[in-house]
């Protein structure tokens, strides 16, 4: 692998374990010209697809925007960054499972709502909040009504 710093192609790994229930690798590198450090990772990828958007149009799927949504949401919540990955590893093996080469963001959307809602209901409803295009405060109201338990007397 070339150095992303001076692009010499002599690199070495320094340290390498599994990641994300092992279903990752991640490799520290050093450049043994320039000594520039750095951190790759290497995963299995079934397919390449592509997202269809609500507006119509599409885009490739980009693991680390659909990662940067996830921690958009969890912000400033006590869950750690591997289970972060382990959510993100999980809703893309939902994705090729499918074997499908397009997917709508709306199905994205819900597979990721899905999955927090079991971790972290603060993060469930803030990404649901965009997911959703809440308008006002009722719009909050009402889906967090939905949420709590009935009381039966």
């Given at each position: 692998?070339?150095?992303p710093?001076?692009?010499?192609?002599?690199?070495?790994?320094?340290?390498?374990?599994?990641?994300?229930?092992?279903?990752?690798?991640?490799?520290?590198?050093?450049?043994?010209?320039?000594?520039?450090?750095?951190?790759?990772?290497?995963?299995?990828?079934?397919?390449?697809?592509?997202?269809?958007?609500?507006?119509?149009?599409?885009?490739?799927?980009?693991?680390?925007?659909?990662?940067?949504?996830?921690?958009?949401?969890?912000?400033?919540?006590?869950?750690?960054r591997?289970?972060?990955?382990?959510?993100?590893?999980?809703?893309?093996?939902?994705?090729?499972?499918?074997?499908?080469?397009?997917?709508?963001?709306?199905?994205?959307?819900?597979?990721?709502?899905?999955?927090?809602?079991?971790?972290?209901?603060?993060?469930?409803?803030?990404?649901?909040s965009?997911?959703?295009d809440?308008?006002n405060?009722?719009?909050?109201?009402?889906?967090?009504?939905?949420?709590?338990?009935?009381?039966?007397?």
């Amino acid at each position: 692998m070339r150095c992303p710093y001076c692009n010499n192609p002599n690199t070495q790994v320094t340290d390498s374990r599994p990641v994300e229930n092992e279903s990752a690798t991640r490799r520290r590198r050093l450049c043994k010209t320039c000594g520039g450090k750095w951190t790759t990772y290497e995963r299995v990828q079934f397919q390449d697809f592509s997202v269809k958007k609500r507006s119509g149009g599409y885009q490739d799927f980009e693991r680390s925007k659909l990662r940067r949504s996830i921690t958009l949401a969890l912000r400033k919540r006590p869950l750690e960054r591997d289970k972060i990955d382990q959510l993100v590893t999980g809703v893309i093996r939902q994705l090729e499972q499918r074997g499908e080469r397009e997917i709508s963001s709306d199905l994205i959307g819900k597979y990721v709502m899905d999955s927090l809602a079991t971790i972290d209901k603060v993060a469930y409803i803030r990404f649901a909040s965009v997911y959703m295009d809440f308008q006002n405060t009722t719009d909050f109201e009402s889906f967090i009504a939905k949420l709590q338990p009935t009381k039966e007397y």
